[in-house]
């Protein structure tokens, strides 16, 4: 008898018996390992017992070590193994040999593979063999388990000639079925399906940046996530330890991919949205089309280099001064020269050379002090008394530094700035008209100024940040540069000191020790937070990154390319984008945005998906219609599911426009059991509430079009496509985006126009 495919239930049944036995066997053994994982934690607590700085190092690492590998053999837990390879045996006529792929390498105490890692080389085949290029595989086993239990299975024969007799081939399409699962509200990883041409992205090397490219629902993200744990395994020093940046659109889409690499066992990496990519800012808004489109132009350098640059808005031009009766002026002209002077080169900054200016400052004093005692004919004796000149003026200087006139003066001409205060500054209308002057209109001027007058109004200062105000803050920070660091922020940066008193030293480095501990409160350092945490979330990023995931990366503004350049200036990339889906209405500016930020030096590779896995050929079709509107030819992902169900669409009056869409939500809430999506037009989001759903918290979100963004739900409620469709420039994308947003069903609800029809949906 030769390999068939068989579809009996009891040879399925075997099948999954035998499965069953070997993924109790990795459990066994998984059960062992967590022991002594656990055993490795306590013990690395003993090392530095001695208390001395080396040994403290090396308790730290020892015990970081320890708790990440206890932490990724717990979430290796829920279905740690999924695939199993037969391959065609190295001698002819020997026995098949077989692998199990799972999320971890399991091995038995005798090192034999029970499982192997599926990031490693020999799991490569299980996503790449294909039938003309079986890679020695002869069949692919898919195991759908749930926790320790498998539920089903489902086989591809690769190499029907190399099958032995009777080899079992069962399965009924658990990839398709995969796709169709319920939607939870958090994305899910994708190892046990990941495709072959997914899987050639995610195993680039690491020396090369990736560019992705393709439609909507092709596993970009996923990818790019995937990759992100491909690379943390293969490379753990280099990208072990917060190596990795990875940067979505908004803290909405970072909550909903946060679940993705912590199951596949890297908790490590830096997840970001572009509002809080920046240490210490926050943004809580978005900008409409108008200012997002202003904020994030790069002619906002010019301007923001002008407004660190010079003195602030307000300060005196000159000073005058008095020492020992005599008059004496720094005036504009000199003070704008010594201004030229201190920041010459375009390389120095405001913030970083500000001891220097004061310097700067006593001297112009000291020479003008002179020269107004020449002209008040108040001759000097230093010709014959020599000596007495460098005595003089270190009098001089002694007392000008304490004279408050003087110390007033440099503290309003050159201050220490923050990035918010000068951001802030710019929310007077005619300081922005001053600094803006030839850059922006008066009119674009006057929108922004609005804008930022608004920062801090409310609560803290930095409260009222937009999106686009964060990339511009990060701009000001480095155009500002850094003053001399408080210790208090050297003890900050130092992961041994807890509580203001360093481990190491016993000393107290601030007023927030305890002073009843009396030295050291608490033995716990960096390593021992961490591994409480099982990551490292809430320690401030690097400055740099090894390796910068950029999400959505269509639409960013030329503005943030150059916040995450900063962060990435040796880094690779991968780079996950899809032109139809942009916001940002001049692509070409954007691609030459982030060309500059990947540079030249490293190799870039070019990939395009083509499958569609979220959408079902119904959804998929529809929102084909609304892609070709405005590119006629673009091609579209293949969608592989179809579920007999196509759009449906409704059309309600103005008033009864919020009614109608809770109807659609509590009606596709019935239908499906996950996630339904209320998509709004940004326009409406304040002040739209949907009735009829508040006893669904947790399945019916209401979202802004903009908001949706690589996000998916079910169902698919979407309000007043004609209003996202021309709320801003590039509203017929984000139509597009959000009529792709469903897993399963779609449906409209219009505002009906005046003869009772609506433009449609
Ligand atoms: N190989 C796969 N096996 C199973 N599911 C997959 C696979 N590839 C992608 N998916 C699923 O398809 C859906 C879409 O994936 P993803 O969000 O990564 O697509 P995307 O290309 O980033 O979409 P968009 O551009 O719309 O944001 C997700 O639910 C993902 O889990």
Excluded at 50 to 58: E, N, P, Q, R, W
Excluded at 287 to 304: F, N, T, Y
Excluded at 590 to 615: C, I, P, V, W
Excluded at 645 to 666: H, I, K, N, S, Y
Aim: hydrophobic content about 40%; aromatic content about 6%; glycine content about 8%.
């Amino acid at each position: 008898m030769s390999p068939q495919q068989d579809g009996s239930a009891h040879v399925k049944e075997r099948e999954i018996a035998v499965e069953q036995q070997a993924v109790d066997a990795a459990y066994a053994r998984l059960a062992q390992m967590r022991e002594q994982a656990a055993k490795r934690v306590r013990e690395s607590y003993k090392v530095a017992q001695g208390g001395t700085y080396s040994a403290l190092v090396d308790r730290d690492v020892q015990v970081m070590e320890a708790a990440i590998w206890e932490r990724s053999l717990e979430n290796a837990y829920n279905e740690l193994v999924f695939g199993r390879l037969d391959l065609r045996p190295e001698t002819p006529g020997e026995e098949l040999e077989t692998y199990r792929i799972g999320r971890l390498g399991v091995r038995t105490e005798e090192l034999e593979p029970l499982v192997v890692d599926w990031r490693a080389p020999a799991a490569a085949a299980f996503y790449q063999a294909a039938p003309e290029d079986p890679q020695g595989v002869v069949r692919r086993r898919v195991l759908h388990c749930r926790g320790d239990k498998v539920l089903d299975i489902e086989d591809d024969l690769l190499d029907p000639d190399a099958a032995p007799d009777g080899m079992p081939v069962v399965g009924d399409g658990a990839f398709i079925a995969a796709l169709a699962r319920t939607r939870t509200g958090h994305m899910r990883d994708i190892v046990a399906t990941i495709q072959r041409e997914q899987d050639v992205v995610i195993r680039s090397p690491a020396d090369v940046s990736v560019v992705v490219t393709g439609g909507p629902g092709t596993g970009k993200t996923a990818v790019a996530l995937h990759r992100v744990a491909w690379l943390m395994f293969q490379h753990r020093r280099r990208f072990g330890s917060r190596g990795v940046l990875v940067v979505g659109p908004n803290r909405r889409f970072t909550d909903y991919i946060e679940r993705v690499l912590p199951s596949l066992g890297e908790g490590g990496a830096a997840l970001r949205s572009l509002g809080d990519v920046v240490n210490g800012a926050e943004a809580t808004r978005h900008e409409d089309a108008v200012r997002a489109k202003l904020k994030g132009s790069p002619r906002m350098v010019r301007i923001l280099r002008k407004a660190a640059n010079d003195a602030p808005w307000g300060a005196p031009k000159d000073v005058r001064l008095i020492y020992q009766g005599t008059f004496f002026s720094l005036d504009a002209p000199q003070l704008v020269a010594l201004r030229e002077r201190m920041l010459r080169g375009g390389s120095r900054r405001p913030n970083a050379v500000r001891a220097d200016v004061i310097r700067a400052l006593q001297d112009a004093a000291w020479n003008a002090y002179q020269d107004a005692k020449r002209a008040a004919g108040d001759a000097s004796p230093y010709d014959e008394y020599p000596d007495m000149l460098e005595d003089d003026r270190r009098t001089f200087l002694s007392e000008l530094r304490s004279e408050r006139p003087f110390a007033d003066f440099v503290t309003a001409w050159w201050p220490q700035r923050t990035p918010l205060e000068v951001l802030r500054s710019l929310g007077d209308p005619a300081y922005l008209a001053e600094v803006s002057r030839g850059v922006l209109s008066a009119g674009d001027a006057a929108v922004l100024a609005e804008s930022w007058r608004a920062v801090g109004q409310e609560g803290e200062p930095g409260a009222g940040l937009s999106y686009s105000d964060v990339a511009l803050l990060d701009e000001l920070d480095s155009l500002l540069g850094e003053g001399p660091r408080t210790a208090r922020a050297l003890a900050a940066a130092n992961p041994y000191v807890v509580d203001g008193v360093n481990l190491l030293t016993g000393e107290e480095t601030d007023d927030g020790s305890d002073p009843e501990s009396g030295g050291f409160r608490e033995l716990s350092t960096f390593g021992d937070r961490a591994a409480q945490r099982g990551v490292y979330q809430d320690e401030p990023d690097p400055e740099e990154f090894g390796h910068i995931v950029v999400d959505e990366a269509q639409d960013l503004s030329p503005m943030q390319w150059r916040m995450l350049a900063r962060r990435g200036r040796h880094a690779t990339w991968t780079v996950v984008a899809d032109a139809a889906q942009s916001s940002w209405e001049d692509l070409e500016e954007a691609r030459r945005s982030m060309d500059l930020a990947l540079g030249t030096s490293r190799e870039r590779r070019q990939f395009e998906l083509t499958t569609n896995y979220r959408n079902p050929v119904e959804i998929a079709d529809y929102a084909a219609t609304l892609l070709h509107r405005f590119l006629p030819d673009a091609p579209l992902p293949r969608a592989v599911r179809s579920t007999g169900r196509p759009p449906e669409f409704v059309v309600a009056d103005e008033a009864d426009l919020a009614a109608a869409a809770g109807a659609a939500a509590r009606r596709l809430a019935g239908e499906v059991e996950g996630t339904v999506g209320v998509i709004v037009p940004m326009t409406r989001l304040g002040a739209f509430t949907v009735p009829d759903v508040a006893d669904l918290p947790d399945r019916v979100q209401v979202l802004g079009s903009l908001e949706s963004k690589g996000l998916e739900f079910d169902a698919v409620v979407l309000v007043d496509p004609d209003k996202i469709a021309s709320e801003s420039p590039m509203g017929p994308r984000t139509h597009y985006v959000t009529a792709t947003r469903a897993t399963q069903l779609l449906v409209t609800v219009s505002v009906s126009v005046q003869d009772g029809t609506t433009a449609g949906g």
